[in-house]
């Protein structure tokens, strides 16, 4: 009954900062890790960043400094900011989530993420 919707996406300008949500519902227990993916047309799915229920966030290095990723429990809400977006940001972006193991139960059906040069 968990699901996890994506919204925020759209078409933007290569420099300027766009802001994703992930609405978590059906659940009344916190996610432990939540996550962003992305894929871009004829690419390989990429992990863009993860937080736990404590706050704790990693990035991928190829993003590092330009992300922020950010969860409000009481909302259960994820969060994805990125800054000075760059054409190759293109790609349908995926929230995802877990409780324990290596893998994510739980996805999004994505948002897609546009960025003109």
């Known amino acids: 009954q968990v699901q996890l919707v994506e919204s925020g996406g759209g078409l933007v300008q290569a420099g300027r900062s766009l802001s994703l949500s992930c609405a978590v519902s059906?659940?009344?227990?916190?996610?432990?890790?939540c996550a962003w993916y992305r894929q871009a047309p004829g690419k390989q799915r990429e992990l863009v960043a993860r937080?736990?229920?404590?706050?704790?966030?990693n990035y991928a290095d190829s993003v590092e400094g330009r992300i922020t990723i950010s969860r409000d429990n009481t909302k259960k809400t994820v969060y994805l900011k990125i800054d000075n977006l760059k054409p190759e940001d293109t790609a349908t972006y995926y929230c995802?989530?877990?409780?324990?193991?290596?893998?994510?139960?739980?996805w999004g059906q994505g948002t897609q993420v546009t960025v003109s040069s």
């Open positions: 059906g659940s009344t227990f916190s996610i432990y890790t």
């Open positions: 995802a989530g877990r409780w324990s193991g290596s893998g994510f139960s739980y």
């Open positions: 937080v736990d229920v404590l706050g704790n966030a």
